[in-house]
């Protein structure tokens, strides 16, 4: 079994808090994670009929077993009324760590944690594998983009093609029908297909409304259940403008790159060598290693871009604070000149002394400038 680097953050959160959630996508190894870390707690899947009939008719004889063990209570966003008397049953307790909840469909659990348990629950936001859990290394760049980082994919060695089907299909029949009442979930699917065409471009509502036959408001709102499902988000543009003026639309990203190419039809590896979005997807993998590295630490994401109306922009600033980090990130496996451009015009604007090139290459190296160029897999 692959060890997660979240249990570390996991176990801290077990000390201090009474209930914790685990949210994330779907099939990101939430349910395992919680299993391996809390082996000793009675675990209840609610997606099993008789279960959350038990649980729906009388809530309190269901809990009233695990009062004193706590439990894991799987896909407890299916059964609604249990979040009142969690709350009452653990402001009851002492013992933190005592219930984990963890479910497929993120934004239902996380409605029901709001009205019931709110200030009461830790998050953990578990996303796929990372490249260091996996030892991906051992696998190219065009594999690691085609097949992602699920968990499934390597744990049972499920076909790749195979496993985005079957995962969309079962995101759109079953996550979306419950999140909102589309009717033409084929119109949901398209629009799906033409967010990962847009992979490490900016959000332009207008052009995807077009293309999808949708109106302005729809695509928010679609925007919105997918970035509430852990299958997209948008990278935000950095406030600062340095006198110049900014872009000020987000970028859309994919939380896993597997899929995303999926989307894009690419239906095996060597398509991506000479394929014209490898750049935009090896973007989509490196800032998404990023934002996994801060949330299995626990640490809040301060990932943003930067872009100015010139056209002069830094893939990624990480925001410290007192310190702007500015990161390119660069899909060829040579080094040349070109790499440093925008970090140089960013120090010369702002003054900052250091920056990083990530690319795909081998090679670390530190150069007098101030740069660091580091190769993807050993972020």
Not at 109 to 119: C, D, F, M, R, Y
Not at 245 to 262: C, E, H, I, N, W
């Amino acid at each position: 079994m692959i060890r997660r680097e979240a249990t570390s953050y996991l176990k801290d959160l077990a000390l201090q808090f009474k209930v914790i959630a685990v949210v994330g996508p779907r099939q990101s190894g939430k349910t395992t994670l919680v299993k391996e870390v809390f082996p000793e707690k009675p675990y209840i899947n609610l997606e099993l009929p008789d279960i959350r009939a038990f649980a729906q008719s009388d809530p309190r004889a269901f809990l009233e077993p695990y009062l004193l063990t706590g439990a894991i209570l799987d896909e407890v966003q299916r059964v609604p009324d249990l979040f009142s008397y969690i709350q009452v049953f653990t402001d009851e307790q002492e013992k933190s760590g005592h219930f984990i909840l963890s479910g497929s469909n993120n934004f239902l659990l996380q409605e029901n944690i709001t009205q019931s348990l709110a200030g009461r629950v830790a998050y953990l936001q578990l996303l796929p594998f990372s490249i260091s859990e996996i030892n991906a290394t051992k696998l190219t760049l065009e594999e690691q983009l085609y097949k992602g980082f699920y968990p499934p994919l390597y744990d049972k060695e499920v076909k790749v093609d195979y496993f985005y089907a079957n995962y969309v299909r079962t995101y759109i029949e079953r996550d979306v029908r419950l999140l909102k009442n589309i009717e033409n979930l084929a119109t949901f699917e398209r629009f799906l297909h033409l967010c990962a065409g847009r992979v490490g471009q900016l959000v332009n509502k207008s052009s995807l409304g077009l293309e999808a036959g949708i109106d302005h408001k729809t695509v928010e709102s679609w925007l919105s259940i997918l970035e509430a499902s852990y299958i997209i988000f948008r990278l935000q543009p950095h406030h600062k403008n340095y006198n110049k003026r900014v872009v000020k639309m987000p970028k859309l990203y994919f939380y896993d790159v597997g899929l995303a190419t999926s989307l894009l039809g690419i239906q095996q590896t060597d398509q991506l060598n000479l394929h014209p979005f490898k750049g935009a997807l090896f973007e989509n993998l490196v800032i998404v290693e990023l934002l996994k590295s801060r949330w299995n630490n626990g640490e809040r994401n301060n990932l943003y871009f930067w872009r100015n109306n010139r056209g002069n922009e830094i893939d990624v600033i990480v925001d410290n604070g007192l310190q702007l980090e500015p990161i390119e990130i660069k899909s060829g496996k040579t080094i040349t000149e070109a790499y440093f451009t925008g970090i140089k015009y960013w120090k010369k604007l702002t003054g900052e002394q250091n920056g990083t090139v990530i690319y795909a290459g081998d090679q670390t190296q530190k150069r007098s400038n101030g740069i660091t160029v580091l190769p993807y897999n050993k972020l």
